[in-house]
Structures are given as structure tokens and as C-alpha cells.
């Protein structure tokens, strides 16, 4: 069956920055579109970030375009959020996604 685990969620101070990872399986990576939503009480799902299968194109949300970078590793099958230059409102429970498929999620805090 489809997994999407997340990892790499933690309590940062603004400024600062963390790497976001998502282990895939049970469908063919590479032929997939692959995505990063976050959450916050009370709002629903946001699209941050989306990449191709191949990785060539990607698109990030407004808020969070010059400071998040999505990559993607066809041979690993992982797909990677690097958050630069974080602020208090990216604090968040952040999502991996592929069509109807979500993972668990992680906490992502960033706080003083």
C-alpha cells in the first residue's frame, strides 16, 4: 500500500532553518507529482510547495517562494522540503502528499 512518512519536523527559533524529508512506497515515485501541505488549528490544508515527476518544474505558494526549496530524489524515493529563513507563521503540522495520499505528518515550531 501507499506510505508517505514524514521526518525532519523540530522547534526552531525564527531565522532559522530545517529540512523537511518524505520516504515514499507502494506506487511508482517517479511517474508521481509530489507535494507539501501544512496545517495550522483551525485552517484547512495549504499548498506550499509541488514538483514534477522528474523534478523539473515546481511551484511554491506566495508566502513562501525566495525561502523554500522542494527537491525530489527519483532512485531514493524521497522528496525534501528545505525551509529557509523561517518565520513564526510557518508553524505548522507539514504534509507530504501524492493525490489522494497524505502521510502522518510533522510539527514544524518556529518560536523564540
Known amino acids: 500500500q501507499v506510505q508517505l512518512v514524514e521526518s525532519g519536523g523540530d522547534l526552531v527559533q525564527p531565522g532559522g532553518s530545517l529540512r523537511l524529508s518524505c520516504a515514499a512506497s507502494?506506487?511508482?515515485?517517479?511517474?508521481?507529482?509530489m507535494n507539501w501541505y501544512r496545517q495550522t488549528p483551525g485552517k484547512g490544508r495549504e499548498l506550499v510547495a509541488a514538483?514534477?515527476?522528474?523534478?523539473?518544474?515546481?511551484r511554491y505558494a506566495d508566502s513562501v517562494k525566495g525561502r523554500f526549496t522542494i527537491s525530489r530524489d527519483n532512485v531514493k524515493n524521497t522528496v525534501h522540503l528545505q525551509m529557509n529563513s523561517l518565520k513564526p507563521e510557518d508553524t505548522a503540522v507539514y504534509y507530504c502528499?501524492?493525490?489522494?495520499?497524505w502521510g502522518q505528518g510533522t510539527q514544524v515550531t518556529v518560536s523564540s
Open positions: 514538483i514534477t515527476s522528474t523534478g523539473d518544474t515546481t
Open positions: 507502494g506506487f511508482t515515485f517517479r511517474a508521481s507529482q
Open positions: 502528499n501524492r493525490g489522494g495520499n
